[in-house]
């Protein structure tokens, strides 16, 4: 299945542009990115947002403990009562963009693209990106887009719908118990690896890239470049968190050559 | 057959049945608890295939309907009857002669609507009338 686009990740939808992860990120590489922190409290949000969703689906098939990887499909046509869809979506490309997901609030109806039918961490993504959308933007479907800053919003929402998958389909929690399990299953401590890591050790980084995210990567159902993300996000490192940013966007470069 | 669009209109009775493309979506969600990516796989179809048939945008072949049945554990009829797809005898028996061509649709446009009692009693019927001839093969 030939999968267009170069980000795992990417989607887009009802709610305008594709992620722009992968093509700002290259653009601005090394680039302190001070729009990021300020919008640190605004994730925290999508964070909350996307665990108490977590909790409900946990609540309402009774279950005490997670189970990885988050079933995604069934949580969203069960506990969270939406409705999911396999379809073309190719009559919304535009500019170049791949459509891939798309959202009907008032029908309360995800649509992701039969094109990431097949690819398994994909459609999770695209599903969980979309289920951002619902949960985070419902309220204000189709008023930003007429806005003289659509644009620059468009991009914000596009940023926390990924924020919100990854939060999904990685919960916080479960993500800082697992890192270092698999850190420890390679030989590395996980704060070892990362002190590592932040000096740009290569044997460090090279078991980061080559084993320790590709178990990642299985455990929770993302592509390697969502787990890393994670590692971001989270600033397990949190004193060399600037560091961590900058290195990791060089990872990320790496991984998404490497994948070509 | 032509494809036709089982979407309800908004005009329709609140009484109106689930469509069959719902009914088979909440089969799928409620009693079997599967995805439509792994029914997918089981039907040995793509997943759009399966979306499009609980969205009312496709009709399953003859083939996928039996599947459908035996793989969700509802009876053919009630698939035959929600997709407006008759079994392939009705087809068969109608065009097998210039007199069962005019005759078949006279008789089941008479017959439409009954009951199953009384389809019941149109089968003894037919049987009565056929043995009474004598040699007929069923």
């Known amino acids: ?260 | 057959m032509s494809k036709r669009s089982s979407k309800p209109s908004p005009s329709a009775a609140p009484t109106r049945p689930v469509p069959v493309g719902e009914l088979l979506r909440q089969r799928r969600i409620d009693a079997m608890g599967k995805s439509v990516r792994d029914v997918a796989k089981l039907l040995g179809v793509a997943p759009i295939h399966v979306s499009d048939i609980e969205t009312g945008k496709r009709v399953p072949s003859e083939e996928l309907l039996l599947r459908f049945a035996s793989i969700y554990k509802l009876s053919e009829a009630t698939l035959r009857a929600g997709f407006e797809r008759p079994d392939a005898v009705v087809a068969e028996i109608a065009s097998e002669s210039p007199t069962a061509a005019e005759k078949v649709p006279e008789f089941l446009r008479t017959a439409r609507g009954m009951d199953s009692n009384q389809w019941d009693q149109l089968i003894a019927e037919a049987k009565r009338i056929r043995s009474s001839i004598g040699g007929l093969k069923p």
């Open chain 1, 1 to 260: 299945m030939n999968a267009p686009g170069s980000d795992p990740d990417a989607t887009s939808g009802a709610f305008g542009r594709p992620d722009g992860q992968s093509s700002s990120d290259s653009a601005s590489l090394g680039d302190p990115p001070p729009a990021s922190l300020h919008l640190v409290p605004l994730m925290r949000k999508v964070e909350n947002t996307a665990w108490k969703q977590v909790l409900r689906c946990l609540e309402s098939e009774r279950r005490e403990a997670l189970c990885l990887p988050v079933p995604i499909e069934r949580w969203v046509e069960g506990p969270l009562n939406l409705r999911l869809e396999i379809a073309d979506l190719s009559h919304l490309d535009h500019d170049g963009h791949t459509v891939l997901g798309a959202t009907v609030v008032s029908t309360r109806t995800i649509r992701i693209s039969d094109r990431v039918a097949e690819q398994e961490n994909r459609f999770r993504f695209t599903v969980a990106h979309e289920l951002g959308h619902i949960s985070l933007h419902a309220h204000l479907s189709g008023k930003f887009r007429d806005s003289a800053d659509g644009e620059f919003l468009a991009d914000r929402y596009e940023r926390e719908a990924d924020r919100f998958a990854a939060a999904f389909l990685v919960p916080a929690n479960a993500f800082r118990q697992e890192f270092p399990r698999y850190a420890a299953s390679c030989g590395i401590e996980a704060r070892e690896m990362l002190d590592r890591v932040s000096a740009e050790d290569p044997a460090a980084t090279k078991v980061l890239l080559d084993d320790v995210l590709p178990r990642l990567s299985k455990r929770f159902g993302v592509a390697s470049s969502t787990a890393l993300g994670r590692l971001r996000d989270l600033q397990l490192d949190g004193n060399r968190a600037m560091v961590m940013h900058r290195i990791l966007r060089k990872l990320h470069a790496r991984l998404d050559s490497g994948r070509s």
